[in-house]
Nanobody, 125 residues
């Protein structure tokens, strides 16, 4: 059974940083593309960033490019999201996602096979 468990969320002031982690189990982690999405209250879940199975390619939403970094450790079955220069509009529940096949990093929910339960990030102004 595939499980994705996010951690590292919390409350931070605008301009601050947080690092989210996602621990994966029940899958051959090194063969999966991994991604991060977020969902603010009353809004659709949106793509934040992703990384291919070997870590060679990353992709980011324009809203976070230059501020957020996705990385992975295939030896530890973890993927991380380093968030810097946080803004109040980054407030959301952040979800880890896994995709079984291919080298694409889809920006839509339907492109992903497994999801974590999410972790809350709140950025105060």
């Amino acid at each position: 059974q595939v499980q994705l468990a996010e951690s590292g969320g919390g409350l931070v002031q605008a301009g601050g940083s947080l690092r989210l982690s996602c621990a994966a189990s029940g899958l051959t982690f090194s063969t999966y593309t991994m991604g991060w999405f977020r969902q603010a209250p009353g809004k659709e879940r949106e793509f934040v960033g992703g990384i291919t199975s070997g870590g060679g390619t990353t992709s980011y939403a324009d809203s976070v490019k230059g501020r957020f970094t996705v990385s992975r450790d295939n030896a530890k079955n973890t993927v991380s999201l380093q968030m810097n220069s946080l803004k109040p509009e980054d407030t959301a529940v952040y979800y880890c996602a896994a995709r079984r096949m291919g080298f694409a990093i889809p920006r839509i929910r339907a492109g992903w096979d497994y999801w974590g339960q999410g972790t809350q990030v709140t950025v105060s102004s």
